[in-house]
C-alpha cells in the first residue's frame, strides 16, 4: 500500500509562520479518519484538529496517538519535521474503513493530513497499522538563502 506525501493545511503553515503552533513544545497527536470523511480530510482550509471525526471503533485505546521522538531539526536552508512511527492496533473487532491519517496538535489545530492508501481498508483485531513518516518527515520547510 502506498500512501500520498503528507499534505499541510493552510492555516497551519499561517500558525507555525506566527507561531501559534510550535512544533517543538506543543502536543503532536495523530489520528485515523475514515474515507467517508475524504471531504472533510482533503479540506485544505480546515483549521481545527477536533474538527476531524476520526475512527474509534476496535482502536486499542487511546484512538489518537501521540508520535514518539518528535523533532524539528534545521539545516541549511531547510527545517524538517519528523517523529517516530505510530502504530495503531485493532482491538475488540476489525476496524473498518481506513484511509486517512491526520496529525494535529491536541485540543487547538489540524497541521497535515496523508491518504494511506488509494481505496479504504481493515485492520483485524489483534492486528497493528504503523505509519512510519519518510526518512526526511512528514514535511520540510525550503527556500531563503542568506
Same mark, same amino acid.
Given at each position: 500500500?502506498?500512501? *500520498?506525501?503528507?499534505? !499541510?493545511? #493552510? ?10 503552533? /510550535?512544533? /517543538?513544545? /506543543?502536543? &503532536?497527536?495523530? $489520528? ?8 472533510? +480530510?482533503? #479540506?485544505?482550509?480546515? *483549521? ?11 482502536? %486499542?485505546?487511546?484512538? +489518537? %496517538?501521540?508520535?514518539?521522538? !518528535?523533532?524539528?531539526?534545521?539545516? @541549511? *536552508? ?7 512511527? !505510530? +502504530?495503531?492496533?485493532?482491538?475488540? =473487532?476489525? !476496524? ?5 491519517? &491526520? ?11 496523508? $491518504?494511506? *492508501? ?17 526518512? #526526511? =518527515?512528514?514535511?520540510?520547510?525550503? @527556500? =531563503?538563502?542568506?
Amino acid at each position: 500500500m502506498a500512501a *500520498s506525501a503528507w499534505r !499541510v493545511y #493552510n492555516e497551519a503553515k499561517k500558525y507555525m509562520l506566527t507561531g501559534l503552533i /510550535d512544533l /517543538d513544545t /506543543d502536543a &503532536v497527536r495523530m $489520528k485515523l479518519c475514515a474515507g467517508t470523511k475524504s471531504a472533510a +480530510v482533503s #479540506n485544505y482550509t480546515r *483549521s481545527t484538529f477536533a474538527s476531524l471525526t476520526h475512527i474509534t471503533t476496535n482502536l %486499542k485505546s487511546p484512538a +489518537v %496517538k501521540t508520535p514518539g521522538s !518528535v523533532v524539528v531539526t534545521a539545516s @541549511g *536552508s531547510q527545517c524538517e519535521f519528523r517523529s517516530a512511527a !505510530v +502504530v495503531f492496533t485493532a482491538s475488540g =473487532g476489525t !476496524v473498518t474503513s481506513i484511509q486517512y491519517a &491526520v496529525i494535529g496538535i491536541s485540543a487547538s489545530q489540524a497541521i497535515a493530513w496523508c $491518504k494511506l *492508501s488509494t481505496a479504504v481498508f481493515s485492520l483485524t483485531s489483534g492486528n497493528t497499522l504503523t505509519i512510519t513518516p519518510a526518512a #526526511n =518527515g512528514y514535511f520540510a520547510l525550503t @527556500g =531563503g538563502t542568506t
